[in-house]
C-alpha cells in the first residue's frame, strides 16, 4: 500500500531492465537504531500461458485483494461528466439541462467537476476552500443534489484536495501548510501541493470533503491529483530528513484515504491524477477505479486501454464517450467506436449533450440499453485482447461469461 516507483526500459541491444520499488535518487531514510520501516511491496506474475494468462491471473488478483471488498462484482452507473461540455462555465440552469437531457437518455449518475467553489473560475484560484460557488449554484450543492434526486440521478463530485492556489483563503490563512523548493512557490498548473506529512491538514481535508459529502448525499467521487511533485520542501521537515517528504506524503495521503472512505463506503470513489498518473494497487485499495488518461480519443484510448488491461481489470478503466473533433487531438470518429472503445471501461459520457443531433441522442439511448444489459459481463467476464493497437490500424477485445454460454 506504499508508493513505488517502476521503470522498464530497452536497451539498445535490445535488452529489457525492470525496476520496482522506492526511487533512491529522491529517498533517502535514516534508521536509529531499533527503529523498522516497511518499504513498499511489489507484485509479480507469471503464467505458462503468455499475456492473456498473465493478465488473467493479474485480473483475479486485483479484484479479489485490492479493490475495496464493497464494490467487488458490482456493477457501475452510467455517468455523464460535465468537464467536457461545461469547462468552468456552468451555470445551476445549465446544469439542470444537461441532467434533463441525461436522465432522458438512461444515463444514471451525474457529476459536476471542476468549478463548483468560490473563486474557480478558472483554474488560477480557488484550490484548497470548500465554499460553495453561489453565483453559480444560488442554491448551493444540497440545492443542486436534491434537483437531480428528484430528476432520478444520483449525484457526483469532483474534488482536488491535495492541492491549493496561492489565491485561495486557504493559502491566505496557512501559506505553511504549502510544500514549496524552500526559497518561492513554483507552481504547477497556477497550484501547489498541500503538506500532507502535517496532521493538521490531513485533518482540514478529511473534515472539509466529509462535510461536503455527509450534507449532499453524494454517491460518487472524482478525486483528482493535477500536480507533479517536484522541487518540494516541507517546513516540517529538517534538512537531513527532506528526502523522505515524498514517501511521507503518500503515507499522509493514505492516511486521508483511509478515514474518508472507511466513514463512506457506499461513495464509488474514482482516482484520478492528471488522467492516469495514479493507477497503482496503493489507490485502488481505497478506491475501486481509476480514471485512465485526460486524452479520451477513441484511437488513443485503444492504446492506452490495451496497456492497462495487461494488468487492470476493466472494472477499474475510467472510460468515457467525449465530443468530436476531440478536445486533445482533434481527431473525428464515429459514435459506435467512441462506444465501443469506452465499453472497454466503467461507462459513461463528456460532452455537450445538448448539442447532439437527434438522431445521435436516440443512437446514445439504445447504447446505453446495451451496456447495462451487458455490464456484468463486460466489467466482469474473462477479458481477452484479440487484436493489438499497436500491430496494425485495427484492435479488438472480448469478455466471456464464467459459464461460457
Known amino acids: 500500500r506504499h508508493g513505488s516507483h517502476a521503470a522498464a526500459q530497452q536497451s539498445l541491444q535490445g535488452l529489457t531492465r525492470v525496476m520496482q520499488g522506492i526511487n533512491d535518487s529522491n529517498f533517502s531514510r535514516e534508521l536509529p537504531p531499533g527503529e523498522c520501516f516497511e518499504t513498499p511491496e511489489a507484485v509479480l506474475c507469471h503464467s505458462g500461458k503468455g499475456f492473456g494468462g498473465l493478465s488473467a491471473n493479474m485480473h483475479a488478483f486485483v479484484t479479489d485483494h485490492i479493490i475495496p471488498p464493497h464494490w467487488r462484482g458490482r456493477p457501475r452507473p452510467v455517468l455523464y461528466n460535465s468537464w467536457e461540455g461545461c469547462t468552468f462555465d456552468f451555470s445551476q440552469r445549465r446544469l439542470l439541462s444537461l441532467a434533463n437531457r441525461a436522465k432522458a437518455l438512461g444515463c444514471e449518475l451525474f457529476v459536476l467537476d471542476d468549478g463548483w467553489f468560490a473563486g474557480r473560475d478558472n483554474d488560477h484560484a ?233 438522431e445521435e441522442l436516440d443512437e446514445i439511448r439504445r447504447l446505453n440499453e446495451k451496456v447495462k444489459a451487458l455490464q456484468p459481463l463486460l466489467l466482469y467476464g474473462e477479458f481477452y485482447r484479440l487484436c493489438s493497437p499497436f500491430e496494425g490500424s485495427k484492435t479488438a477485445f472480448m469478455s466471456v461469461s464464467e459459464d461460457r454460454c
Open 126 to 358: 480557488g484550490l484548497g476552500d470548500y465554499t460553495v460557488n453561489r453565483k453559480k449554484l444560488p442554491e448551493g450543492l444540497e440545492g443542486l443534489s436534491r434537483h437531480l434526486k428528484d430528476r432520478g440521478l444520483s449525484f457526483g463530485l469532483w474534488f482536488e484536495p491535495e492541492s491549493v492556489n496561492p489565491d485561495s483563503d486557504l493559502y491566505r490563512a496557512h501559506p505553511d501548510w504549502a510544500l514549496t523548493d524552500g526559497f518561492q512557490p513554483v507552481l504547477g498548473r497556477n497550484q501547489l501541493l498541500l503538506d500532507l506529512t502535517e496532521p493538521e491538514v490531513q485533518d482540514y481535508i478529511v473534515e472539509n470533503v466529509s462535510r461536503i459529502l455527509d450534507s449532499t448525499g453524494i454517491s460518487y467521487v472524482k478525486w483528482d491529483m493535477n500536480r507533479n511533485m517536484n522541487m518540494l520542501h516541507s517546513d516540517g521537515l529538517d534538512s537531513a530528513h527532506q528526502k523522505e517528504l515524498n514517501h511521507r506524503y503518500i503515507l499522509g495521503l493514505y492516511e486521508i484515504l483511509e478515514a474518508v472512505t472507511s466513514r463512506f463506503p457506499d461513495v464509488l470513489f474514482e482516482s484520478c491524477a492528471g488522467g492516469g498518473g495514479r493507477f497503482d494497487f496503493g489507490m485502488m485499495h481505497y478506491m475501486p477505479q481509476a480514471w485512465c488518461s485526460d486524452d479520451t480519443d477513441a484511437f488513443m484510448r485503444c492504446r492506452i486501454q490495451y496497456g492497462t488491461s495487461m494488468v487492470f481489470p476493466v472494472s477499474t478503466m475510467g472510460a468515457h464517450v467525449s465530443a468530436v473533433p476531440n478536445h486533445q487531438m482533434g481527431r473525428s470518429t464515429p459514435l459506435a467506436t467512441r462506444a465501443a472503445v469506452a465499453m472497454g471501461g466503467t461507462y459513461g459520457y463528456e460532452l455537450d449533450l445538448t448539442r447532439l443531433p437527434k
